[in-house]
């Protein structure tokens, strides 16, 4: 039997006082009730965190591309706030066209000075062969370190 935690209860009249916020995605189910139950204070944020591990699909209606997270998240936060990302996605059935690694490219945020954005495609030798997979990551903030693995010598980097 599988067991879900609930989120704590949160007091309606304390979310005026929020300034940050941190979200971590386990599937792109877990992303979208998070952005949709959040989804009115992104507005009063200086800082978003978002870590996301997800599979997803190149169509239907759950999807996660970079237009997704530029309409859901980015364009509803303050002008001026810190957001940091931490994206690896997995996409089945996109191996050709590859839509979803080309809506990141593509994707407004991404082409912002600051924080700058790191998009990296991996190696996915040991997933479907259906499935390819990569990154996306903003410049390390306050000391943060990116892990040895993302940029290795011989793959190609996007920024």
Known sequence: MKRFRLPVAVDARLL????????????????????ALLSSVF?????????????????????????TIQQLCMDRLKPLAIYILDLSLYVEDDLEEK????SFLEAPFTRREQPKVFIKERDS???????????????????????????PKNLQVYV
């Open 16 to 35: 005026c006082h929020l300034s940050r916020l941190s979200i971590n995605c386990l599937d792109n189910i877990s992303f979208h009730r998070a952005v």
């Open 43 to 67: 507005s009063q944020l200086s800082r978003l965190s978002l870590k996301l591990d997800a599979y997803t699909l190149a169509t239907g209606p759950l999807i996660i591309s970079g237009d």
């Open 99 to 102: 839509v979803i690694l080309n």
């Open 125 to 151: 030798w040991n997933i479907e062969p259906k499935c390819y997979c990569f990154v996306v990551h903003t410049s390390p903030y306050k000391g943060t370190i990116f892990e040895p693995f993302l940029f």
